[in-house]
């Protein structure tokens, strides 16, 4: 038997949020310093495109790794209904607690589409790019526990999310 050859499907959609960057681990100057005109009290928005990765072998009897039509279904669940025209902070229970930074977005979405997908080992990447300058990906695992992270040094790569800007 030979092996099939493994193919990437990435599909992208676009949503509008708004939030607001606080922390309630922090002082509200701590916060200001931090996350600057980003801790506006009022919040602010973004128009965010998503671009979600599935990656796996070719069926032989399909043609495709995933039909795109369902991963198109899996997104609108996971990620337009609960996310687009809402406030991430008040809006979605899962920000009450988590700071809506777009790490924490791209884990959010990750974790949603993971729990309604047919084959979520599937699911290779989300990408986020909050600005055309800010681009957030996670891929999943590798994480590490609260109590062992240094939270001093707030710059570490946690979740294997990785930030790329200019």
């Not at 992208?12 to 708004?18: A, D, P, Q, W």
């Not at 916060?31 to 980003?38: M, Q």
Request: glycine content about 4%.
């Amino acid at each position: 038997m030979s092996s099939l050859p493994i193919v990437s499907i990435t599909r992208r959609e676009t949503f509008s949020s708004c939030h607001r960057l606080h922390s309630p681990f922090l002082s509200d100057e701590d916060n200001k310093k931090l996350y600057g005109k980003c801790n506006n009290p009022n919040g602010h928005g973004h128009n965010y495109v998503v671009l979600v990765t599935v990656k796996g072998p070719v069926d032989p009897h399909t043609g495709m790794v995933m039909n795109v039509h369902d991963l198109k279904q899996f997104m609108q669940k996971a990620i337009m209904e609960p996310l687009d025209h809402k406030n991430l902070d008040q809006d979605v229970p899962y920000f009450k607690a988590v700071v809506s930074t777009t790490e924490n977005l791209a884990i959010f979405i990750w974790d949603q589409l993971q729990k309604i997908m047919d084959k979520p080992q599937l699911l290779h990447e989300v990408k986020i790019l909050e600005t055309e300058k800010n681009h957030v990906v996670y891929r999943g695992g590798n994480t590490y526990s609260r109590k062992k992270c240094n939270t001093s040094n707030l710059h570490t790569n946690h979740h294997n999310v990785s930030s790329d800007s200019d």
